[in-house]
C-alpha cells in the first residue's frame, strides 16, 4: 500500500453550527461510517496558518517566545500567523509573518512540511517553511506595532542542534516548532536539496 495522504469525504448527511468567533468557528457534523451507521464528529473550522522556520548561516534557529493562554505557559514557536488575506500566496504571507513578529527577511524560501495540528478536532492546517539568506529589517522600515501577547516577545538564535535536543527533551511543545526543528534537521543532510519550492501546491 502506498504511504501517502490522500483526499476523502465521507457523506455528511447533518451539520451544525455550535459556535462562532473571530477566527474559528465549530461544528457537528452526522457523518455515515462504514457498517452504514452514523455518529457525530465535533470539530474546529480553521483557516489555517503558516509557520517560518528561519535559520541562519551558522545554522541558528530563529525562535520566538509567546504567552499562550488556553495552555497556560510561554511557549517557545516560531514565527507564525493565521491565512488572513484571501488568496494570498502563502510564502507572503510567512514572509509577513517573520517581518512582523521577529523583524527579518529572506531572498530564499522553500516549503519545509505541511503539517495538521490537530486532525482529530480541527482542521487547522499548516504550511512551514524554510526560510535563509536571512537579514534585519532596518527600526526606520519596520512600523508594525506589537499588541497583546506580542508585547514583550523576545527572539532568539538557537543552534539547530540544541534546538533538537530541547524537542526530544520536552522543553518544546509547540508542535509547528518541533515540526519544523526536526523537519530542517533531517533536510540539513543534503543541504536541503531535496526540498520543494516555496510555491508547491498543497496537496
Given at each position: ?88 500566496p502563502l510564502v507572503d504571507c510567512a514572509a509577513r ?107
Amino acid at each position: 500500500m502506498r504511504i501517502e495522504d490522500v483526499a476523502e469525504s465521507w457523506e455528511v448527511t447533518d451539520s451544525k453550527e455550535r459556535f462562532t468567533a473571530r477566527v474559528i468557528s465549530v461544528r457537528t457534523d452526522t457523518v455515515r461510517m462504514p457498517g452504514d451507521e452514523t455518529a457525530d464528529r465535533d470539530y474546529v473550522v480553521h483557516p489555517g496558518s503558516v509557520a517560518v522556520l528561519a535559520i541562519d548561516e551558522d545554522d541558528r534557529v530563529l525562535m520566538i517566545r509567546q504567552y499562550r493562554h488556553p495552555v497556560r505557559r510561554l511557549l517557545w514557536e516560531l514565527p507564525a500567523g493565521i491565512r488572513d488575506v484571501p488568496g494570498e500566496p502563502l510564502v507572503d504571507c510567512a514572509a509577513r509573518e517573520l517581518a512582523e513578529e521577529a523583524g527579518y527577511r529572506a531572498r530564499t524560501w522553500h516549503t519545509l512540511v505541511d503539517i495538521y495540528t490537530s486532525p482529530g478536532m480541527c482542521d487547522e492546517r499548516i504550511r512551514i517553511f524554510l526560510a535563509r539568506d536571512l537579514s534585519p529589517i532596518p527600526e526606520e522600515e519596520n512600523d508594525y506595532v506589537h499588541r497583546h501577547e506580542e508585547i514583550g516577545m523576545p527572539v532568539e538564535w538557537i543552534p539547530l542542534g540544541e534546538a533538537v535536543e530541547k524537542a526530544l527533551g520536552g522543553m518544546i511543545h509547540n508542535s509547528p516548532a518541533i515540526a519544523g526543528i526536526l523537519a530542517a534537521y533531517a533536510a540539513s543532510a543534503d543541504g536541503f536539496k531535496g526540498l520543494r519550492p516555496a510555491d508547491a501546491p498543497e496537496a
